[in-house]
């Protein structure tokens, strides 16, 4: 299985951005619908922090991110995005993406240890 996020960069305060992330091989991209897939980011020396997640219908938000970003999937492309169109200097983070790894229930989306997959990460840089 293999998550592959896109769509990082340098953006100035206020811009818009739209991080992709798709998923490929395995069982995980054939009942990708059925899958949660979360959004997490790591500010230098820290541990992964919660950004966003969905799960059929259902979207979670951390509050830092709640009204600002927005999280959305296409499950005809394996794939899940994240879209912030008011960015700060504090979203300056690395953003990784992140699949659910068994079927079930999905009770704490904002707990690393509900995924069993993910991507690399992609670097979100907002200047002032």
């Known amino acids: 299985v293999q998550l592959q996020e896109s769509g990082g960069g340098l953006v100035h305060t206020g811009d818009s951005l739209r991080l992709s992330c798709s998923a490929s091989?395995?069982?995980?991209?054939?009942?990708?619908?059925?899958?949660?897939m979360g959004w997490f980011r790591r500010f230098p020396g820290t541990e992964r922090q919660f950004v966003a997640a969905?799960?059929?219908?259902?979207?979670y938000y951390a509050d830092s991110v709640k009204g600002r970003f927005t999280i959305s999937r296409d499950d005809a492309k394996n794939t899940v995005y994240l879209r912030s169109d008011t960015l700060l200097p504090e979203d300056t983070a690395v953003y990784y993406c992140?699949?659910?790894?068994?079927?079930?229930?999905?009770?704490?989306?904002?707990?690393?240890?509900?995924?069993?997959?993910w991507g690399l990460g992609t670097q979100v840089t907002v200047s002032e």
């Open positions: 992140a699949g659910q790894g068994n079927h079930g229930s999905f009770l704490h989306p904002e707990r690393t240890y509900e995924y069993g997959f």
């Open positions: 091989g395995g069982a995980f991209s054939n009942d990708f619908s059925d899958r949660a």
């Open positions: 969905i799960y059929l219908s259902n979207t």
